[in-house]
């Protein structure tokens, strides 16, 4: 089956870039998700990217899929305390279920 | 926007009790999903629902486990005999249009006692 890996965790200054990262094994996914969780709430989708892109840009989010080396990478620009959260990427094939990363807690210093 | 609405937001409930999970999806979506978080852990695939019936369920999703979609409008997950390892948060969540993208809702914390 599909094995998506991400890094644990994550701290950064506020104002600086981050990066979180994600790894997967199957190349079929067609879809490929961001999902925020908040403590105690529930998954907020942030942004996807087709497979046949390589980089899609959302305002602060900026999306980068290595389809070579089944990478995605999420990019936050300007990073504010309110960002700090739990980012988990997801795999999908289409309308079929997700598969989720383990996800990495972001945690922003002020 | 519209969301997906999860009742209740927790519940406690004794061992060897059955519960019922609710969902209400996203009115014009036509997939729906339970999936689980046990707490610090991934999240992970329970079901998903098409047409009136179990499109694809998971290793986790046993007998047990059932899904209905008793008035159109509502989505629920019963889990039959409640074991202490279900204490899980339960997200329910639907897709549908060009884009498949999935809306979650905000879950349903299950403690099992």
């Known amino acids: 089956g599909e094995d998506v890996e991400q890094s644990l965790f994550l701290s950064v200054r506020e104002g600086d870039s981050s990066v979180i990262n994600c790894t997967y094994t199957?190349?079929?996914?067609?879809?490929l998700y961001w999902y925020k969780q908040e403590p105690g709430a529930g998954l907020q989708l942030l942004t996807y990217i087709f497979s046949n892109m390589d980089m899609k840009q959302d305002q602060r989010l900026t999306v980068l899929l290595n389809k070579k080396d089944k990478h995605l990478s999420l990019r936050i620009a300007d990073t504010q305390t309110g960002d700090s959260a739990i980012y988990f990427c997801a795999l999908g094939p289409g309308r079929r279920a997700l598969t989720f990363g383990s996800g990495t807690r972001l945690q922003v210093q002020p | 926007e519209p969301e997906v609405t999860q009742t209740p937001s927790h519940q406690v409930t004794q061992m060897g009790q059955e519960v019922i999970l609710r969902c209400v999806p996203i009115?014009?979506?036509?997939?729906f999903y339970w999936y689980r978080q046990i707490l610090g852990q991934k999240v992970e695939f329970l079901v998903s629902f098409y047409n009136n019936e179990i499109s694809e369920k998971s290793e986790i999703f046993d007998d047990q486990f059932s899904v209905e979609r008793p008035d159109g409008s509502n989505f629920t997950l019963k889990i039959r005999s409640t074991k202490l390892e279900d204490s899980a948060m339960y997200f329910c969540?639907?897709?549908?249009?060009?884009?498949?993208?999935?809306?979650f809702g905000q879950g349903t914390r299950l403690t099992v006692v």
């Open positions: 009115s014009n979506h036509l997939y």
């Open positions: 969540a639907s897709s549908g249009g060009g884009l498949r993208k999935a809306f």
């Open positions: 199957d190349s079929s996914s067609t879809y």
